[in-house]
């Protein structure tokens, strides 16, 4: 059965994939994506993948429209080649922020990207954090959508972190933060943010008690960085003694990385979903192993679920 099990890197996160594929003890398939002199992606196969059961590995983060395109084709490739299930891995789900229309005349682009890679050949996908959990539904095959927050916990157990509070920086993010402060055995607070344009966000307000506490933020995707550094500014108007924050998704638009490393933020720590820029200012949490159990799960038909007791 085992060897019926492939694992196909796209070129979005080979780091990532290469952890998955030693923890499972099975060799990426090989796989030549290049370019054609006119730009569009090329993918050749270089083994057989016929009768297997193959999980494709590629984040749909910046550049989106390349590492998309290059998951549909690799897909297509795998269909026609008679790979018996696909499978694809998204750890970071690109083109997540537009899940309804919010004003006329825009498009539902999750929706769109969701058709495509299922008319493409895929079966199943592999998620983790989505931002709405909705999106799932976006998809008439099996999706598993993973949760980042028993990683996240553990991360903030081994710093042994004391006298600390867990803080969402908006409404959106504190269902997240409650599951990691749950498991921390911490309080929780909550920022009011207001988004006044794409890359400008302010903090009007705390709920909760931060004064005299190291706050934690806990977010799904840091793209600007805005919102964390206005709640982190915040934080500490409001008695904090030092902000930490971990997140998800490591975007990281433009000058974040720089805009971060700026903050008065002490540490961050970000999962590697998306390849995470070097800075001392930060720190990976793998979900290396992660994948690879739920991809071992899910070819061998056992439950996912289970590795996210409620508890
Ligand atoms: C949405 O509000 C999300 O949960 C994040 O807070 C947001 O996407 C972060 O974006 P930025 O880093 O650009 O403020």
Known sequence: MQDLLKL???????????EISQHLGIKLT???VGRFPDGETSIYIRETVRGADVFVIQPTCPPVNDNLMELLLTIDALKRASAERITAVIPYYGYARQDRKHIGRVPISAKLVANMIVRAGAG???TLDLPAGQIQGFFDIPVDNLRSDPIIAGYFQKQNLENAVIVAPDVGAAKRARAVAERLGMPMAIVEKS??????VRALGLIGDVKGRRAVLVDDIVATGGTLIEAAKLLL??????????????????????????SPIQKIAVTNTIPVPHSPKIDVIS??????????RIHYHESVSE?????
């Open 307 to 311: 590795m996210f007791p409620h508890d």
């Open 237 to 262: 108007e409001c008695g904090a003694t030092e902000v930490y924050a971990a997140f998800t998704h490591g975007v990281f638009a433009g000058d974040a990385v720089r805009k971060l490393e700026a």
């Open 287 to 296: 979900v290396g192993v992660l994948l690879a159990e739920t991809i071992k």
């Open 30 to 32: 090989a796989v030549d």
């Open 8 to 18: 196909v890197a796209g070129s979005a996160n080979p780091a990532l994939a290469q």
């Open 124 to 126: 199943r996908v592999l």
């Open 195 to 200: 988004r006044v344009s794409p890359d400008e």
